[in-house]
């Protein structure tokens, strides 16, 4: 399906090429390939329009904060995995600098004040605000012909939550209490996803784990892997472009992020498939793709019995899922899903979105090709 506008794309191209980018070599000299590329995902992404501009004199003033955004945004597209590494860079870098809107002459912030401004956009969901608006603007009148749905493992640097009937181990030598959290309480039992069927969006969203849990998935080759972390849930259009995201416990199964993943697709584009792997072999989310009007392309899952194959033109369809992997290894080879440095759901989410936001600029840009 044509779900681009290229006029569009090469407007946004032209006027980056030939009005930016000289103007800014002729402040500060050669710019390279890759503060190009900074530059194509700023002014895509636009993230400084959704920094909160309220001000009571106290603190530093808001567009200082739309500039830490900015830089944010460079840190994930230079594959920079410090906060002190982005700053050191920002130091020795005036093109840098100045691309994310620091004064060539004044004191850049310091760490911490890098990392408070981190809380503060985790805390706010910037950077899923941002990333709505630009799928919206630019895919939300467009047909889709399929989105691909898939999780991806990621590793955090968190100790795992405790299980709730874990029981204690006996020791002689310390009778301190654990400060490990705890694994949230299962919902009653039954059907995840008969349940989510007839719950709304926040009631399902409020259900699902958040926690730092151990997760073990089946490779690609049947070998299975553990780790410990969070679990990733992408819905990836067949452009190339991730449309929504989701962020779980490690240990969910994938099929309970679908529902909720589905109508968030559906609340920013429009498509006509809804392709997936064998983890989400349900006849409920068969019956739930139909209810949204969808085309449901589903792996079949044989649970030991006999496995049913797709006919030879759904074969066909069911390989644009390969788009999904693409994307999964893009966000962790290219935009520092590899390098979690930060704790907690909040803020694993914004440092995640923050790559899949300059990911989705990149791959709106390359449709140019």
């Known amino acids: 399906m044509n779900a681009t506008r290229p006029a569009l794309i090469m407007q946004r191209w032209h006027a980056i090429q030939y009005d930016v980018l000289p103007e ?4 500060v000299g050669a710019v390279t390939p890759k503060l190009e590329r900074v530059i194509h995902v700023l002014e895509w992404a636009r993230i400084e329009e ?5 001000w009571d004199g106290i603190g530093r003033p808001p567009h200082v904060r739309a500039w830490l955004a900015n830089a944010f945004v460079a840190k994930a597209v230079l594959g920079i995995t410090t906060t002190v590494g ?9 093109s840098l600098r100045r691309i994310c809107g620091f004064s060539p002459f004044s004191e850049l912030p310091s760490e911490a004040t890098f990392s408070r401004a981190f809380a503060e956009f985790a805390e706010a969901r910037l950077v899923e605000r941002a990333y709505e608006a630009m799928i919206k603007e630019h895919l939300g009148d467009q047909l889709i012909g399929h989105i691909s749905r898939d999780g991806t493992a990621i590793a955090a640097r968190e100790r795992p939550a405790v299980a709730v009937n874990a029981a204690p181990a006996s020791s002689k030598k310390s009778k301190r209490k654990s400060k490990r959290p705890v694994k949230q309480a299962v919902p009653a039992a039954g059907s995840p996803i008969r349940r989510q069927r007839q719950q709304t969006l926040p009631e399902m969203l409020a259900e699902l784990p958040t926690i730092c849990d151990r997760g073990t998935k089946c490779n690609a080759q049947g070998y299975k892997t553990s780790w410990n972390g969070y679990k990733m849930h992408i819905d990836t259009a067949d452009c190339g472009v991730p449309i929504a995201a989701l962020l779980c416990s490690a240990s969910m199964h994938d099929s309970r992020a679908a529902v909720p993943l589905s109508h968030i697709t559906k609340q920013r ?11 989400y072999c349900s006849k409920e989310l068969h019956a739930h793709c139909r209810e949204l009007g969808h085309v449901p392309l ?9 496995k049913e194959h797709f006919e030879p033109a759904d074969e066909v369809r069911y390989r644009e899922r390969s788009v999904a992997e693409r994307t999964n290894a893009r966000l962790k080879d290219e935009f520092g899903g590899r390098n979690i440095m930060v704790k907690g759901h909040a803020k694993v989410m914004s440092h ?16 140019r090709r």
């Open 86 to 94: 982005l700053i050191e860079r920002l130091a020795i870098d005036k």
């Open 298 to 306: 589903i792996d079949h899952n044989a649970r030991g019995g006999e």
């Open 352 to 367: 995640l979105m923050f790559g899949l936001l300059a990911l989705g600029a990149d791959q709106l840009m390359r449709l």
């Open 269 to 279: 584009v429009t498509n006509l498939y809804d392709v997936m792997d064998a983890a």
């Open 24 to 27: 800014l070599r002729a402040e």
């Open 50 to 54: 959704f920094v909160d501009v309220s």
